[in-house]
């Protein structure tokens, strides 16, 4: 598991979309912004959030979407406490099991899933939102 170093994104999130084509979506109050996951940028989008919202209603945070648990053999635990400085989150499959422990700055909300093809755990609250790889990268010796 590799968590993946993204620019800030944002002050305040408003939610996110999974990874699809190895892009995600996140949006605050004021601007959307596209999350490309290979090249690890960030791109603001010309959309409203209030348009972005009503085109994807089943996005992550503020909202009532429960987040993908499992998918395939892993799965992801984690009970939000909104009082504690951080929350633990814990990821098993098959041949492995990872702790994180997440720094929330707000008790607003949080969220921790997994994307739809079981290759990303994202975690968020309105001040941070993280993304880890749980795919290993292949590596040819060549």
């Known amino acids: 598991m590799n968590k993946l170093v993204l620019p800030r994104i944002s002050e305040r999130i408003r939610g996110f979309t999974l990874p699809a ?25 010309v959309l409203t959030p209030d348009a972005f919202e ?20 892993t799965s992801v635990s984690y009970s939000f406490d909104p009082r504690a400085d951080a929350q633990s989150v814990l990821v098993q499959s098959a041949d492995s099991s990872h702790k994180i422990s997440f720094r929330t700055m707000s008790g607003d909300w949080f969220v ?31």
């Open 112 to 142: 921790a899933t997994l994307s739809v093809d079981g290759r990303y755990l994202i975690v968020a609250e309105p001040y941070l939102l993280e993304v880890y790889s749980l795919v290993v990268p292949v590596v040819n010796l060549r």
């Open 21 to 45: 084509d190895g892009a995600m979506y996140v949006f605050d109050y004021d601007e959307v912004f596209e999350v490309n996951l290979s090249r690890l940028t960030v791109e603001v989008l």
């Open 54 to 73: 009503a085109e994807h209603p089943r996005y992550f945070g503020v909202s009532a979407t429960p987040p993908l648990l499992h998918v395939d053999e």
